[in-house]
């Protein structure tokens, strides 16, 4: 990391500090950490489980601190921490790196394998990731994860650079997306120089992709891909690599490409167990050092919370968001309460999820109003609360996207929803005429816990 951008950082992270709870920073500030800083935009990875949240409730504040701490107006931009490495180009080919700076490759701290819970569900995804981190192309290779998103396909990948790059640190590490080696391939076409791209991605003994299930289609990433692929297998380098499907399911996928990718181990990552989930959480509360959460509260959580490790410590993070705003101790009532939302999730197999038009239907006769005053331009603080409340619980109870929200009220823009939820959830915390309003909705849209 330039010194420069650490000096920056450093003074940020003062700011932050002291502007946010204790329980706030340790949770979602302490682990963010800066990527690069173009002109006036300062590039921040952040845990991808919490990136979200974090952009939804705290990216003013890293805007005011950042402003403050340089004296001069700088945005900020999150970046999931496994994009890090695409978001900043100058960091060089893997190559090139000093060994054991796990950070540089885009690795999440949080991904080893001391932090992954087994199960019977993932034991041999899990027993096969860390014979391949340990004697890397002697065990399977390539090594092929698949599963629902959420799982810990990405924590097992990970957790295979975090072993080779600390035991074995004469042997260079690439970890890179679809998403990403797709970028990286575009700019090279475009440079007419792809020297620097097959530095990145073959002079390396251990390749690390995540879903290449986005190769589909992509006719020119796919050449490309084939051909690294190749080059690494055949001089005997290892390669891992997960997707949501088997290679067999992959559609618009070459079949060649498909026959390499079943030609080492295909494991699967399943949902894990109940025991599992328990597991997960307590070693996730313990990380955090959440230690006023007892296991009744936790019991709970695991049952509201959708079955994935993501979902799971999603949850956890919106309990301990809610409790350190208002100050009450996690209980089991209050997961309830403050989880219903995210029975979402847990409902997907026992009913359908609540339309836009129900929600906005609900919301307007529980204020008085008609659809289209939701719809409409009026300002009034009754009519503004209102649409805010309807996309608060659209984005709670639907899947739908920030800006698809927007377009289903009146076209409005995806900051103006952001802004709606953000201040529907103060309101909530604080208010608990608010909070009963809220809870009654969606228990007349059959999401109440």
Aim: proline share 6%; hydrophobic share 40%.
């Amino acid at each position: 990391m330039p010194e420069e951008l650490e000096t920056t950082w450093r003074q940020i992270r003062r700011e932050l500090r002291a502007s946010a709870s204790e329980a706030a920073f340790e949770t979602w500030l302490a682990p963010l950490a800066p990527v690069a800083e173009r002109g006036d935009v300062l590039i921040v990875s952040a845990p991808a489980e919490t990136r979200q949240w974090v952009e939804a409730r705290y990216l003013q504040l890293l805007h005011r601190t950042a402003t403050e701490a340089t004296g001069r107006p700088l945005e900020v931009e999150l970046v999931d921490g496994v994009g890090a490495a695409e978001a900043a180009p100058e960091a060089g080919p893997a190559s090139a790196r000093e060994p054991g700076r796990p950070g540089e490759l885009g690795l999440n701290p949080r991904y080893t394998f001391d932090g992954f819970v087994i199960c019977e569900g993932n034991r041999l995804a899990h027993a096969a990731s860390l014979a391949v981190a340990e004697q890397p192309a002697q065990a399977y290779n390539p090594l092929f994860l698949f599963g629902p998103p959420g799982l810990g396909k990405t924590h097992l990948l990970h957790a295979v650079g975090h072993y080779v790059r600390t035991y074995t640190t004469e042997l260079q590490v690439a970890y890179t997306t679809v998403e990403a080696f797709t970028g990286e391939f575009v700019a090279a076409t475009r440079r007419g120089d792809f020297e620097r791209f097959h530095e990145r991605f073959r002079a390396v003994d251990v390749l690390l992709v995540d879903d290449v299930q986005f190769l589909a289609r992509r006719t020119g990433t796919m050449e490309a891909f084939f051909h690294t692929f190749n080059a690494l297998y055949e001089s005997g380098r290892q390669i891992v690599l997960t997707s949501d499907r088997p290679p067999g399911e992959l559609g618009g996928l070459e079949d060649r490409l498909r026959e390499r990718f079943r030609c080492g181990l295909v494991a699967a990552v399943e949902p894990p167990s109940v025991e599992a989930r328990m597991t997960i959480l307590r070693k996730r509360a313990h990380a955090d050092g959440l230690e006023d959460i007892d296991d009744d509260t936790l019991s709970v959580v695991t049952h509201i919370a959708p079955a994935s490790v993501r979902g799971l410590e999603g949850s956890l993070i919106r309990l301990v968001a809610y409790s350190s705003l208002t100050g009450e101790r996690p209980t089991p009532e209050l997961a309830r309460a403050v989880l219903g939302g995210l029975l979402v999730e847990a409902a997907r197999e026992t009913g359908p999820l609540p339309t836009v038009d129900e929600v906005k239907q609900a919301t307007g006769e529980a204020f008085g109003l008609g659809v289209e005053a939701l719809d409409g331009p009026g300002r009034s603080a009754r009519v503004a609360f209102a649409r805010q409340v309807a996309m608060y619980l659209t984005r709670e109870l639907t899947r739908e996207s920030l800006p698809a929200i927007g377009a289903a009220f009146g076209g409005r823009r995806h900051a103006t929803v952001a802004h709606a939820c953000r201040r529907v959830e103060r309101e909530v915390a604080a208010n608990a005429g608010a909070r009963r309003l809220v809870d009654n909705l969606k228990t007349t849209l059959g999401r109440a816990p």
